[in-house]
């Protein structure tokens, strides 16, 4: 069975730090591209950042280009994303989503976490 | 600006039919495949429709996807009350060099 946990949320202030971390089980991690996305309460969902199987293409959303960085570490089947200079508009529930091919020039991800909720404010 | 357009909302009865609209351009929809998601309440969304028309293991036939140009719908038949749930279309764009979201319809079963 696919896991996909997410763990790292919490309350930060604006400007801070935080790091997000997806544990991957139940199938071959190093296949597939991973990605993070993002909903902020009651609105609708927003890809963040998404990595290649072998982390050879990477990819980030406009709102995020320069503060944020993914990476994987294939041998922990393990996801991560580094958030740094963060605003009140990143608050949201973060999830770990896992592609359905290796690159990730598609946007169909079949198994999602539960999420990990990051909340910005002072 | 790249959007991929959805009505807010939508509803239907119990055993009808209905349709969930997808607008985009030819950087998103027009140039490749559209994805769908349901969201229940409270929950992680889960992939509904893949490369515009096909349903992971698991997913009731009742559900369908297509595509023309610039446009997607998902049709759902028999409604069930269970089907009361958010849809979002997706989709990679060229011109971000990412995938889009659609805002999300809200299905109301009535």
């Known amino acids: 069975e696919v896991q996909l946990v997410e763990s790292g949320g919490g309350l930060v202030q604006p400007g801070r730090s935080l790091r997000l971390s997806c544990a991957a089980s139940?199938?071959?991690?190093?296949?597939?591209?991973m990605h993070w996305v993002r909903q902020a309460p009651g609105k609708g969902l927003e890809w963040v950042s998404g990595?290649?199987?072998?982390?050879?293409?990477?990819g980030y959303a406009d709102s995020v280009k320069g503060r944020f960085t993914i990476s994987r570490d294939n041998a922990k089947n393990s996801l991560y994303l580094q958030m740094n200079s963060l605003r009140a508009e990143d608050t949201a529930l973060y999830y770990c989503?896992?592609?359905?091919?290796?690159?990730?020039?598609?946007?169909?991800?079949?198994?999602w976490g539960q999420g990990t909720l990051v909340t910005v404010s002072s | 600006q790249s959007v991929l357009t959805q009505p807010p909302s939508a509803s239907g009865t119990p055993g009808q039919r209905v349709t969930i609209s997808c607008s985009g351009s030819?950087?998103?929809?027009?140039?490749?495949?559209v994805n769908w998601y349901q969201q229940l309440p409270g929950t992680a969304p889960k992939l509904l429709i893949y490369?515009?028309?096909q349903r992971p293991s698991g997913v009731p036939d009742r559900f369908s996807g297509s595509k023309s140009g610039t446009s997607a719908s998902l049709a759902i038949s028999g409604l069930q009350s269970e089907d009361e749930a958010d849809y979002y279309c997706?989709?990679?764009?060229?011109?971000?060099?990412?995938?889009?979201f659609g805002g999300g319809t809200k299905l109301t079963v009535l």
């Open positions: 989503a896992k592609d359905i091919k290796g690159r990730i020039a598609v946007a169909s991800y079949d198994h």
């Open positions: 139940g199938f071959t991690f190093d296949d597939y591209a």
């Open positions: 990595i290649s199987w072998n982390s050879g293409s990477i």
């Open positions: 030819s950087s998103n929809i027009g140039s490749n495949t």
């Open positions: 490369s515009n028309n």
């Open positions: 997706a989709a990679w764009d060229d011109s971000l060099n990412g995938p889009l």
